[in-house]
C-alpha cells in the first residue's frame, strides 16, 4: 500500500486540456457586431446637408444684381413718381377731451336782419331759483317791458312790492353785459322780452290743530330779461 501510494506521488498530473481550448476560442460576445459603428460619421453627415440647405435658402432670399433693389419699380408699386424726396410726415396729434364731439350740435336760429342789413344786439341776463312766487314777480316786470333802461330803473326803485328788489338786480346785471361784452351804451338800450317762469317748488309742513298737519308750497322763480337797441 505504501509503495502506489509513492508512485501516485511521483507521477506529475496532467491538467485538462478542454478548458484552455475553451478560453483560447472567442465567444460570440467579444466579436464586433455590424451594428457597432462610429455614429461621429453621421452626425457630420447630417451637419453638413443642414448646412447646404440653409445656403441654398440664403441665396433664394437674396434679390438678383448682387443684392440691389431696383429704386423705380419700388416707387411705381407705390405710386411715388422715382426721384422725389420723401416728405416727412407731422407727428400726430392727441385731441383733448374739449375738442371731442359726441355728436353735431344743432345751429343757432338766424334772426331777422335789420334794415341797415345789421342783425338786431339783443342782451340777456337771467337769474334762477328765486324765492319768489312767480305770480308776484309777474305783476312787476309788467310795469317795466317796453321801457327804457333809465325809465325802468326808476319804476322799480319806487315800486313797494319785495320782488322789484331782485328784477331791479337783474336789470342791472343785463345792462352790464351789454357795456362790458357788447360795447353798447345803456342809455340806447330798452326792455324787450322780460318773462318768469316757475321753478322747483319747496314743500314744508305746519302743525296745526288736533295733531293735524298743513303743507306749505314754497315756490320759486326763473326772471329772465333781454335788451334790444332804441330803434
Given amino acids: 500500500m505504501t509503495v502506489d501510494r509513492e508512485k501516485d506521488e511521483a507521477e506529475p498530473t496532467v491538467p485538462d486540456a478542454e478548458p484552455e481550448a475553451a478560453a483560447e476560442e472567442p465567444t460570440a460576445e467579444d466579436e464586433p457586431s455590424a451594428t457597432d459603428e462610429p455614429t461621429s460619421d453621421s452626425a457630420a453627415d447630417d451637419r453638413s446637408a443642414a448646412a447646404q440647405e440653409a445656403d441654398a435658402d440664403e441665396r433664394q432670399s437674396e434679390p438678383p444684381d448682387g443684392g440691389q433693389v431696383d429704386e423705380t419699380a419700388a416707387a411705381e408699386e407705390v405710386g411715388v413718381e422715382p426721384g422725389t424726396p420723401e416728405e416727412p410726415t407731422p407727428p400726430r396729434r392727441r385731441r383733448r377731451a ?82 362790458n361784452n357788447h360795447e353798447l351804451v345803456a342809455d340806447e338800450l330798452k326792455v324787450g322780452r322780460v318773462y318768469v317762469d316757475e321753478g322747483p317748488t319747496i314743500k314744508r309742513f305746519r302743525p296745526r290743530a288736533l295733531g293735524r298737519a298743513t303743507k306749505i308750497n314754497k315756490r320759486t322763480s326763473h326772471m329772465t330779461i333781454t335788451l334790444t337797441e332804441k330803434e
Avoid at 334772426?111 to 341797415?116: G, H, M, S, T
Avoid at 325802468?152 to 319785495?162: D, P, V, W
Fill in 98 to 179: 374739449a375738442e371731442v364731439t359726441a355728436g353735431t350740435r344743432p345751429r343757432p336760429r338766424q334772426r331777422a336782419p335789420r334794415r341797415d342789413g345789421q342783425p338786431p344786439v339783443e342782451v340777456r341776463a337771467q337769474a334762477k331759483y328765486v324765492r319768489t312766487a312767480p305770480r308776484k314777480v309777474r305783476l312787476v316786470v309788467d310795469h317795466i317791458r317796453g321801457k327804457s333802461v333809465d325809465e325802468a330803473r326808476a319804476i322799480l326803485t319806487h315800486t313797494t312790492r319785495g320782488a322789484a328788489e331782485d328784477v331791479l338786480k337783474l336789470l342791472n346785471s343785463c345792462v352790464a353785459n351789454a357795456e
